[in-house]
């Protein structure tokens, strides 16, 4: 693994700028305060296998009652998780299955069912409905980040752009991560199209609050 190059090939973002989302510029790594939400790398087998190495269990990582396997993409193994039914329906409800099932590389940071129902009552709901789908877009977007980040990789007081467009703050401290208030339960859950990591609250973007 050591001798293996990584090779990285720029494409853009498509449902990004569907959304409007998208700037233009080249990604900066994980170790800089920000990401470019436009230009995103795809990445090969072999940093698949890198990321796999570095998270210690590349058969996979048990998130809400399911295995989740470096073979399947963010979606096709967050809809296996009973603790993320419901932002697999938001996503589905804000049209974003297809982006997350495509190359990307992203890395997600993904509310529980808990971390949903703690929000005031009716606010989901509302963000459900047909009409609040670019709020309910906006609001999910703000979990994603373009490219492939590691838990190791986030630095107590970095800020990363998402692909909302709105930053969010990294703190750590006794190992614990934190994104914005929201502790990571579960890090590096490896798939085939990026990086997955649980959180135990609602990301809210600022025009959110």
Do not use: W
């Not at 998208?22 to 230009?39: F, M, V």
């Amino acid at each position: 693994m050591k001798n293996t190059l990584r090779t990285t090939s720029m494409a853009l973002f498509a449902a990004a700028l569907s959304l409007g989302l998208a700037s233009c510029g080249d990604q900066k790594s994980a170790e800089t305060t920000e990401t470019n939400i436009n230009a995103t790398p795809t990445v090969d087998s072999a940093a698949l296998m890198t990321d796999s190495a570095r998270m210690g269990k590349p058969n996979g990582v048990v998130v809400g009652g399911a295995k989740m396997t470096p073979d399947k993409d963010i979606v096709d193994n967050a809809v296996n998780s009973k603790e993320h039914t419901t932002l697999v329906a938001a996503v589905k409800a804000a049209g974003l299955v297809e982006t997350l099932k495509g190359s990307g590389p992203f890395t997600v940071f993904a509310p529980t069912n808990a971390a949903f129902n703690e929000l005031p009552n009716g606010a989901m709901a509302g963000l459900m409905k047909p009409e609040s789908k670019a709020k309910l877009a906006g609001v999910l977007t703000y979990h994603v980040i373009a490219g492939r980040i590691m838990a190791a990789d986030l630095k107590d007081g970095q800020q990363l752009t998402t692909v909302n467009g709105e930053k969010i703050k990294i703190s750590v401290k006794d190992g614990q991560v934190m994104i914005n208030n929201a502790a990571i339960t579960i890090p590096d859950v490896v798939s085939s199209n990026g990086i997955t990591h649980v959180i135990n609250q609602v990301l809210l973007p600022p025009a959110a609050n």
